[in-house]
């Protein structure tokens, strides 16, 4: 029973665009969300995350929203640039300090 | 320097022997995990550490077994391997309190294949 669904296994995105990718949680328990990305041979890496007492966090290029009535994160990029390419994971923590992790969106910036 | 480091990053092995996968971190963190990927792609939490002690013991088969001598090191023991248990093992850590614990810093991966 996956409380993290990340519904779109791919975003092809022109370079300079805006890259969307969403999130959908199950768990109304979940008190921190974090978005990783990964690339092909290597671990996920920390990206950015958003605590549910907020709605938006921004670093840099990078935005992440969250809608709690809805139970829906989303994470933008802009402008993205060649070196997003790679898959994003979004993961969900609860109070018993365990990550649920989505599937994946994979994206491709074209050039 | 390598913040968190697994090996072997390849494992080919035949059901039924017993193989092993080591995890260091140098990051100072206080907590380790032990996450597998299989092969829809979903990352699940295993076991985790902290400061040696177990703290996170999901449902997985007594053939696993974390062992921490220290709270650099995480190891991963499976006995008597089946084909099911081909996956990409992540190890990984994180400092404790706070929201910080959820940014957990990932080794490479160990990819396992059992034939």
């Known amino acids: 029973d996956q409380q993290v669904k990340q519904n779109s296994p791919s975003l092809s995105v022109q370079e300079g665009r805006i890259s969307i990718l969403n999130c959908d949680y199950t768990n109304s328990m979940f008190d921190y969300f974090l978005w990783y990305k990964k690339y092909p041979a290597e671990g996920p890496t920390f990206l950015i995350s958003?605590?549910?007492?907020?709605d938006k966090n921004e670093d840099g290029r990078f935005t992440v929203f969250l809608n709690k009535s809805a139970k829906h994160l989303s994470l933008h990029i802009v402008p993205s640039q060649p070196g997003d390419s790679a898959v994003y994971f979004c993961a969900a923590g609860d109070n018993d300090y365990k990550l649920s992790f989505g599937a994946g969106t994979t994206v491709t910036v074209r050039a | 320097d390598t913040a968190v480091s697994q090996t072997p990053k390849y494992l080919v092995t035949q059901m039924g022997n017993d193989k092993s996968i080591k995890c260091e971190q140098n990051l100072g963190h206080d907590t380790m995990y032990w996450y597998k990927q299989d092969s829809k792609k979903f990352l699940k939490i295993m076991f985790s550490y902290n400061n040696k002690e177990l703290i996170i013991n999901e449902t997985v088969p007594n053939r696993f077994s974390p062992k921490s001598p220290d709270k650099a090191h995480l190891n991963l023991h499976i006995n008597s391997l089946e084909l099911g248990d081909s996956a990409v093992y992540f190890c990984?850590?994180?400092?404790?309190?706070?929201?910080?614990?959820?940014?957990?810093?990932f080794g490479p991966g160990t990819r396992l294949t059992v034939t």
């Open positions: 958003i605590s549910s007492i907020k």
């Open positions: 990984a850590s994180s400092p404790s309190g706070g929201a910080v614990f959820y940014e957990q810093y």
